[in-house]
């Protein structure tokens, strides 16, 4: 994405939620309860990590390098971490790590092969997420639930809504969202490259559906629900 505009979307952004309260607050967190803001930081970066590690992974399984020469083929945050990205999702509760490369002339079916390295970043958020679930769903279908395990859960919920949240916004159908070479993939060959052409306009209709808030009234629902189903009768307080 143009750096320009990733500079634009952030002020944009910025001032359009100062007279808003966020998803999720995190730095006014961090004095009037660390532990929860801790585990919000948790999930951005383990989230993030996860998402573009899995890109790179799957890239490399279908042949193409370029990630992985990058020193893009590993969980070390620090290799998948922007600093205006992560600094962003502080400050105001939307960001992004450093996008993971593929060079589509390395692919064998460039159509597919987008299609299935961009869901492998969703599709990782989600299992993680599921699998941090787990536990809870287990002690909860067995009626051992017990005050220490839900104590845990308002950490750990905060880690599965962060990885909900980037597996479902990442899949939107707007370029230069996963979602987009998601949809590409599964396009007809005769409607493929009319919708490939719309991918530098992307960018301004993504920027519309936040600044109008059409993106959270979408995305928080299906994040609600899912979370409702994976730690179900959880009360949750963000």
């Known amino acids: 994405m143009n750096p320009l505009i990733l500079i634009l ?3 944009l952004l910025f001032n359009f939620i100062q007279s808003r309260s966020l998803p999720f607050p995190i730095l ?5 309860d660390p532990l929860v803001a801790l585990s919000w930081v948790i999930g951005i970066i ?5 998402h573009e590690f899995s890109h790179a992974l799957v890239a490399y399984r279908l042949g193409d390098p370029t990630a992985k020469l990058q020193g893009r083929l590993t969980l070390n945050p620090l290799s998948h971490l922007d600093p205006v990205g992560t600094i962003a999702i502080l400050l105001i509760g939307f960001g992004w790590g450093k996008p993971t490369p593929f060079d589509p002339y390395n692919l064998r079916n460039v159509k597919r092969d987008s299609a299935l390295i961009s869901v492998a970043g969703a599709v990782s958020n989600f299992v993680l997420a599921i699998a941090l679930a787990i536990p809870y769903l287990f002690v909860f279908y067995t009626h051992t639930l017990t005050p ?9 919920s905060r880690i599965i809504f962060i990885n909900l ?13 996963d979602g987009f070479k998601v949809l590409a993939g599964l396009l007809p060959k005769n409607w493929y490259e009319d919708f490939i052409q719309t991918e530098p306009y992307g960018i301004f209709l993504l920027l519309a559906l936040l600044l109008t808030g059409t993106i959270a009234k979408i995305l928080l629902p299906i994040v609600s629900v899912i979370l409702g189903v994976l730690i179900p009768s959880f ?3 963000f």
């Open 28 to 32: 006014g967190q961090l004095l009037s």
């Open 235 to 237: 009360q949750t307080s």
């Open 9 to 11: 979307l952030f002020f």
């Open 165 to 177: 949240a980037l597996g479902v916004f990442n899949l939107i159908p707007i370029a230069p969202l």
């Open 46 to 50: 383990v989230g993030i990590t996860v």
């Open 148 to 156: 220490g395990v839900n104590l845990a859960y308002v950490y750990i």
